[in-house]
């Protein structure tokens, strides 16, 4: 859904290229989905869980009366109570500090976090934010067309997400992710080849006989947008998705919420920093040299996913736990874990 509301979004914005005004335009039109979500919001319920938690039975089980069938309600409220009772009972108001205490959790937390911040550091989102750009870099000038290719681009973003969701199970989230990033790797030597070329000596000198047939840098230009669609064909199935799934399933009941919050805080900051600095270091050491760099950074987030992830796919979140325990404490030491 993310991807298909920026692929969305570049469809608006293609639209509004030959108004006047054209980025308030495209700025003011996205009032409207937030204006709908607000009103739609209003009729959104509380979940089932956190009404049970607050002794609000009646308007929990309303709530589930809407999602299931009545051969299937009874024993979803049967469960609701279960886990209900097992959480007053547990460790359930853990503070943040509280995953750094623990072995297993700074280890689980490490591998969350850390994938959402090579998701950023990757460069997604700076492809995605300034993918008109990018594409204006290699040579192609016109807004419309800038827009059009990087309309293609997000089209591209949204069917690879859609293709990491079939290959998510069948693959694991391991291997896809290491696929992925050795795709993602080659596609950004590419982007920095091409750049690199686009602005060396050779190919000003070049120029200078192309200008006549009016071909300067298109070639180079055509390179480096076959660069920028690989980089998505392989980043979306892969880096896209699994970061979120992968915190979605590392952590115990008691710590999900918190871990899975903060990682996505380590995604959102790391967003923030990768969006802030890109055309500043486009500017200082040039496009080439910036998308070398985030090569590089892929490379490290190999390593990263190579030995600090584990394979999840077909796991319980028992399994998962026990899995922690073991990385932490080792072998026998295990049972010591489990107990702790």
Known sequence: MITGGQFLSY????????????????LGVAALPAIIQFFLMLFLPESPRWLYLKNEKP??????????GSDR?????????VASEEAFHSKNNVRYLDVFNSKE???????????????????????????????????FTSNQLALLLSLIIAGMNAAGTIVGIFLIDRCGRRRLTLSSLCGVIISLLILSGAFFLQSSELNSSLCEVQTLHGTCGKSLGWIAVLG??????????????????????IY???????????????????NLIVSQTFLS???????????LIIAGVAMVAFIFVALFVPETKGLSFEEVERLWKERAWGGEDARRGLLI
């Not at 308007?59 to 299931?68: E, N, S």
């Not at 920028?228 to 399933?249: K, Q, T």
């Not at 115990?252 to 790391?270: D, H």
């Open 11 to 26: 469809l608006v914005n293609l639209a509004f290229t030959e108004v006047p005004g054209t980025w308030r335009w495209m």
């Open 59 to 68: 308007q929990a089980v309303a709530v589930l009366a809407k999602i299931y």
């Open 73 to 81: 309600l009874e024993e979803e409220i049967d469960l609701l109570a």
């Open 105 to 139: 959790m700074r280890l689980a937390f490490l591998a969350g976090a850390g994938l959402q911040a090579f998701q950023q550091f990757t460069g997604i989102n700076t492809v995605m934010y300034y993918s008109p750009t990018i594409v204006q870099m290699a040579g």
């Open 228 to 249: 920028l669609a690989l980089y998505i064909a392989f980043f979306s199935p892969g880096m896209g998705p699994v970061p979120w799934a992968v915190n979605s399933e």
């Open 252 to 270: 115990p009941e008691a710590y999900r919420g918190v871990c899975g919050g903060m990682s996505a805080t380590v995604n959102w900051v790391s």
């Open 281 to 291: 270091v486009v500017t200082i050491i040039g496009t080439g040299g910036t998308f």
